[in-house]
Nanobody, 115 residues
Framework: QVQLVESGGGLVQAGGSLRLSCAAS????????MGWYRQAPGKQRELVAA???????NYADSVMGRFTISRDNAKNAVYLQMNSLKPEDTGVYYC?????????WGQGTQVTVSS
């Protein structure tokens, strides 16, 4: 069983910063991919950023240059540094772990950016 716990969401003004953290526990294999997705009200869940265990990263165009994803393999943790936040970044941010063909999701953390 795998559990993902996110933290670090909150309310911030436009132009501000937040750092999200996600800790994975359980049966974690060394080769996996972790990432952050977000879902705004009335919209589908979308990829924000992803990172493999080898360190390869992928970002949505809308966050390129503002967000940075990183991970600590020893801690089975993934982080999302969000700078220059915009109101359109508002949503519930979910951590995702993919390994051995299975996908696991965290419970989500709310990020609200006020204008």
């Amino acid at each position: 069983q795998v559990q993902l716990v996110e933290s670090g969401g909150g309310l911030v003004q436009a132009g501000g910063s937040l750092r999200l953290s996600c800790a994975a526990s359980g049966s974690i294999f060394s080769i996996n991919a972790m990432g952050w997705y977000r879902q705004a009200p009335g919209k589908q869940r979308e990829l924000v950023a992803a990172i493999t265990s080898a360190g390869s990263t992928n970002y949505a165009d809308s966050v390129m240059g503002r967000f940075t994803i990183s991970r600590d393999n020893a801690k089975n943790a993934v982080y999302l540094q969000m700078n220059s936040l915009k109101p359109e970044d508002t949503g519930v941010y979910y951590c995702k772990l993919q390994q051995l063909g299975r996908v696991y999701w965290g419970q989500g953390t709310q990020v609200t950016v006020s204008s």
